[in-house]
Structures are given as structure tokens and as C-alpha cells.
């Protein structure tokens, strides 16, 4: 590929860009808090504003690290953490990728976790997330699948660059993670407020014959908005 | 044994070799696959086209700003691009279903010298079918994917390089 303009010298001539850029800056430093909303609000050109806008971002990153629950299993086969994401904070994720109300107001229906894990093991581990069970004290839960949230987009008409970028925010459903390999996204259920148990089991080796890796998290929560 | 030892050097050291045995951190070889079609424009709206039958193999990344390994990569791509620059490599950088100015603020701030491909509506990415993104093919000059890549990689070590200049050109990929 060539590389025929400096797309970065471009910025100073391209139509707002540097304002909009400035703004997009702020809005990815805070996708994380809980404040998006109240930060995107506060924007605006004055340095009185925008030195407010810092402080906020700086009290509300220590809450949300605060708040924030981060489920941990590690084993010398592999590490998988759980990072429950509350209703605002995919909000101003998905807000921040200029997605529509009705998108967003789709999302906050459902719980949102962030997945990772590292395949510790010289051999490959098969994530299929049909192996995982999750269950409350009254019923198995359901992870809402790609395939359903393709129709719950079909719904709403939602263009198709905001499902590609939805989509690619999510965790594989299957995957065989290669020795060494580290991956990540969210999975996704209904929301709800009860507590429940997360069992995911791995099969691993090349044939899938090895012994199979069974991690159990328990006690996970729905994240809630921290105004609630 | 004298005679054994320079036999077992060429062997050891022989550059096809080198290339299967010592495959830098995070390359794979896999079975070759076709690879799916990519015509996509870049920020300046000039149409880059993979192709079949070239006498170059070609580097296609996807990649997009919010993920974070992507922002740590970036950097590290620019600059085997121009330390590549005159080899016979092509690469095609494609951003995944983003807006142009998400992509200009990303890019001025991470890597100013890409000019990525727009893949506006994600459907070429979908094609694909990366593991996740960021990542990353290597198509021989058949327009067989021969190798992918695993996660974001420090591209800019000198055994990335080392290791794409020496691809065989005839296809003859073991």
C-alpha cells in the first residue's frame, strides 16, 4: 500500500476534525466511567468546562475502579477473568462509536461482561461457549447468542457497520485458542438482579480428547448504573 | 563427523527452513485457504484490490480503535511498513466499520503515516472471519492465506522483517 497523504496533516484542514477529534479523545478516556453522558453534556469549547470535564473524568475513574468487580481464575492452564459492565458504561461505549438511541437503549436490556482468557497450555483449549452453564438459584440462564442480537438488530434497521462493530466486540462463541494465545470480548444475558453461577468448561488438545478445564466463578452480578 | 558438521549447518541454517521452524512470536502456519475478496478504498478514496497471481505477497490487518491491543500494534506497523518499503510486500490495513473521523483521531494520534483501508460496513472483515481483532494474514502471491497471526505483535523486531522478506515468491510455502 502506499502511503501518498499524511492523513494526520490532513486533520488540520479536514472539516472539524480537530475539534470533533478532541472530543472523540475525551469520550474514549471516559467510556469506562459512568459520567459519558454528563462528560459528552459538559463538552464545550470554554477551558472552564473543559478543565471541569478533567476533574470529573478523575473522580469518577477512581469510582468506577472502585466499584468495579473483576472475577479472577487462574490455573497453570489457563487465566480467565469476568468484568461485569454496567448498563451505562456499554452506553458510553457503543455512544462513543456513534451508535443510535434506539441501539443503545437495545444494549441496556442486557447484561454485558467482559471475557478474557489466556491459553496457558502448550496445546489448544476449544472455547465453545455452549459449555457454559449458567444458573441461579431458580433456573438456567441463557447467553443471548450473535444470532439473536442479528435479529434484535434486523428490528431496529441498525445499520451495518454498527452491528460489524457490535459484533466484533463480542466473545467468540467458539474458538480453538492456540497455545499461548489471549483473547477477549463480552458475553451477554438478560438483565436481571439475582446472583448466579458460571461454569465454563474447555476441551483441550488437538483432538479435543484431552483432559477437559472446568472453571466455576460464582456469586457473578449484573453490573448496576452507579445513579441507580 | 567433519564431514557431517557443514551438511548439519545448511540444513540448520537454510533460509526455507528457518522460515517453518523459527516462525517469529505469534505467526502460524495453517492449512492454505483462498482468501476471500478485498477491494476496499483508502481516507484518500483510491481502490486497493487483493489480487491473484501477483508477484508479491501481501500483509492484511484488521484492526479497530477501540480494541485495545489494536492501539498498542499500530505503531509497531508503521513502522514495518517503512521498513519495508522497498520490499515486495503490499499491505492492506483495514479498518473495521468505523467513521472516518474516528479513524482520522486514532491514526493521528497512534500512527500518522497509515492510510487505512475502509471496510465502512464490516461486511469484507466478516468475510474473513478473524479470531478477533486485531489480526493479521499473510496471502502468497496465489492469493492463498498461508499464514495468520495471532493477536497484536511487535512488528517493528527485525525478525518480523527478516521473516517477510524471506517468503518464497514461487509459492512453494511447506
Redesign the interface.
Given at each position: 500500500?502506499k502511503?501518498?497523504?499524511?492523513?494526520?496533516?490532513?486533520?488540520l484542514i479536514?472539516n472539524h476534525?480537530d475539534t470533533?477529534?478532541q472530543a472523540?479523545?475525551l469520550i474514549?478516556v471516559i467510556s469506562n466511567s459512568g459520567y459519558s453522558r454528563l462528560m459528552k453534556t459538559l463538552y464545550a469549547n470554554s477551558l472552564v468546562l473543559r478543565a471541569l470535564l478533567l476533574v470529573t473524568i478523575l473522580f469518577s475513574s477512581v469510582q468506577s475502579v472502585a466499584a468495579t468487580t473483576k472475577h479472577v481464575i487462574e490455573n497453570p492452564s489457563i487465566k480467565m477473568v469476568i468484568i461485569p459492565r454496567s448498563a451505562e458504561q456499554m452506553a458510553a461505549?457503543y455512544e462513543?462509536?456513534?451508535f443510535p438511541a434506539n441501539a443503545i437503549a437495545t444494549t441496556r436490556e442486557a447484561c454485558f461482561f467482559t471475557i478474557g482468557i489466556h491459553n496457558k497450555t502448550n496445546d489448544i483449549l476449544w472455547l465453545d461457549t455452549q459449555q457454559w452453564y449458567l444458573n441461579n438459584k431458580n433456573s438456567t440462564i441463557s447467553l443471548i447468542s450473535k444470532e439473536q442480537w442479528k435479529q434484535r438488530w434486523g428490528k431496529i434497521n441498525l445499520?451495518?457497520?454498527?452491528?460489524?462493530?457490535f459484533?466484533?466486540?463480542l466473545l467468540?462463541e467458539q474458538?480453538d485458542f492456540?497455545p499461548g494465545?489471549?483473547?477477549?470480548?463480552n458475553i451477554t444475558i438478560a438483565r436481571q438482579h439475582d446472583p448466579f453461577n458460571l461454569v465454563a468448561t474447555f476441551n483441550t488438545a488437538a483432538d479435543k480428547k484431552g483432559t477437559p478445564i472446568r472453571l466455576e466463578f460464582k456469586n457473578l452480578r449484573c453490573a448496576e448504573d452507579t445513579e441507580q | 563427523m567433519k564431514k557431517i558438521l557443514p551438511l548439519l549447518f545448511i540444513i540448520i541454517f537454510s533460509p526455507s527452513l528457518l522460515a517453518e521452524s523459527g516462525l517469529p512470536k505469534g505467526i502460524i502456519k495453517i492449512t492454505p485457504r483462498i482468501a476471500p475478496a478485498l477491494s476496499l478504498e483508502n481516507m484518500d478514496g483510491e481502490k486497493f484490490t487483493l489480487k491473484t497471481n501477483s508477484s508479491h505477497w501481501s500483509f492484511v490487518h484488521f484492526w479497530a480503535s477501540w480494541c485495545g491491543p489494536c492501539r498498542k500494534e499500530m505503531p509497531a506497523i508503521q513502522k514495518l511498513i517503512q521498513a519495508m518499503s522497498k520490499d515486495k510486500l503490499k499491505f492492506f490495513i483495514v479498518n473495521t466499520a468505523e467513521s472516518e473521523d474516528t479513524i482520522f483521531s486514532f491514526l493521528g494520534a497512534v500512527a500518522p503515516d497509515i492510510n487505512t483501508l475502509l471496510d465502512r460496513d464490516g461486511l469484507t472483515t466478516e468475510k474473513w472471519k478473524p479470531r478477533g481483532l486485531p489480526s493479521t494474514y499473510l496471502v502468497d502471491p496465489a492469493g492463498q492465506i498461508q499464514y495468520v497471526v495471532i493477536g497484536g505483535q511487535e512488528w517493528q523486531k527485525p525478525q518480523y522483517s527478516q521473516f517477510l522478506r524471506q517468503l518464497p515468491i514461487n509459492n512453494k510455502v511447506n
Open positions: 500500500m502511503l501518498p497523504l499524511n492523513p494526520y496533516k490532513r486533520l479536514y476534525a470533533r477529534m472523540q479523545q474514549s461505549f462513543g462509536r456513534e445499520p451495518q457497520r454498527f452491528q460489524s462493530t459484533r466484533w466486540t467468540p474458538l492456540q494465545e489471549r483473547e477477549g470480548g | -
